[in-house]
């Protein structure tokens, strides 16, 4: 007869079954376990001796001061790392060899309020359909030498679908940089979703009415020209925008870029895009219960491709009124266009134009 392990609710049904006359061997097929472990139970309660099994030390008690502190530091809060981000402190800064697995069971028995989780309701998009992004503001790492601390920030992007993740490193959080961001996540991703959804800041959004709110007249034409829609998070609502907040948690928390000192932002961005590699090999994906890598393997199939050239971002836009010779002045030249347009304001663009293909 298979063993198996005997939970706190089932040796309450043996001692009430017991009660009740039940013989052991009734008590044991029911339970699907043998004869010996109803006698055992029953030996034990009558003894009143705790069982010796369950008290054995642990080679993780002598963390425990570690594992403690750690608890103590996350246990008011509504959102807490996984446990996957305690083993990985003990491996690698305090000499732990054992599994993960231990961990896991040890937390389990001894800190079990903590790592209760709650029933969440998950929603779900189709594939290509949404990206979600936000900004993780003043992250602070050591560059060229230790001790030199430099303040960035990062523009994430997260497919809905997959959980695929983009982490885009600035050290400037204004509209340039917010769609330098954007147009550097989409090539990672290699192609684009039909809608995207940011934050309520002023660089996207000027004033919040749903899918008709007012967008920074820089970020619509942006958005526009791709073909892409946004629909922004409401004012105040992280949860509008869940996935890709839950990923910033999950990433910083599994991320360890404060002990290391970089050369530069792509030292940095070249470090962190291994790191995200290793971790969708990990991850899986609430959709599809595989992995990220191979969710977004799939999902790619559904992203509309990227344009064949992309603009680069303007160095400097002015709208000017068209002289009566039909030339317009910007950045100190005049130029000439047709003459329909004498008399009116034309939008002028300074921009440097890169060929790529996706």
């Known amino acids: 007869m298979g063993q198996k392990r005997l939970f706190a609710d089932e040796v309450d049904f043996v001692m009430k079954m017991s009660k009740l006359g039940y013989s052991n061997c009734e008590i044991a097929r029911k339970l699907g376990v043998s004869e010996g472990a109803i006698r055992y139970r029953l030996k034990r309660d009558k003894s009143g001796k705790p069982d010796g099994r369950k008290n054995k030390p642990s080679l993780l008690d002598k963390y425990l001061s570690v594992i403690s502190r750690w608890v103590d530091k996350y246990k008011d809060k509504r959102q807490r790392p996984v446990l996957k981000v305690l083993y990985e402190r003990l491996r690698d800064f305090h000499g732990y060899k054992n599994s993960y697995d231990a961990v896991r069971r040890y937390m389990r028995k001894n800190y079990p309020e903590f790592v209760k989780k709650n029933a969440k309701l998950r929603i779900e998009t189709p594939p290509g359909e949404l990206i979600q992004v936000d900004w993780k503001e003043d992250v602070y790492v050591e560059m060229v030498e230790a001790g030199n601390y430099v ?64 967008l920074n007249e820089k970020y619509k034409k942006y958005i526009t020209r791709l073909g892409m829609e946004v629909f922004p998070g409401r004012p105040g609502r992280p949860t509008d925008k869940g996935k890709v907040e839950k990923r910033i948690r999950d990433i910083f928390s599994r991320l360890d870029i404060w002990h290391k000192v970089y050369k530069d932002i792509t030292d940095l961005q070249e470090y962190v895009d291994a790191k995200l590699k290793e971790l969708e090999q990990e991850w899986r994906c609430g959709a599809t219960g595989l992995s990220v890598a191979q969710s977004f393997a799939y999902e790619k199939k559904f992203l509309k491709p990227l344009p064949e050239v992309f ?13 009566n010779d039909g030339t317009v002045y910007f950045l100190k030249n005049y130029y000439q266009v047709e003459g329909k347009y004498i008399g009116k304001q034309v939008l002028c663009l300074h921009t440097l134009i890169q060929a790529e293909r996706s």
């Open 311 to 323: 603009l680069q971002l303007p160095i400097e836009e002015k709208y000017t009124r068209v002289r």
């Open 151 to 214: 303040k960035l920030h990062a523009l994430i992007l997260t497919m809905c679908f997959s959980r695929k993740v983009v982490i885009i490193f600035m050290d400037k959080k204004d509209i340039d940089a917010f769609l330098h961001g954007h147009q550097e996540a989409f090539r990672r991703f290699g192609g684009l979703a039909m809608v995207i959804r940011p934050d309520c800041l002023k660089t996207a959004i000027l004033k919040w009415r749903g899918s008709k709110s007012k």
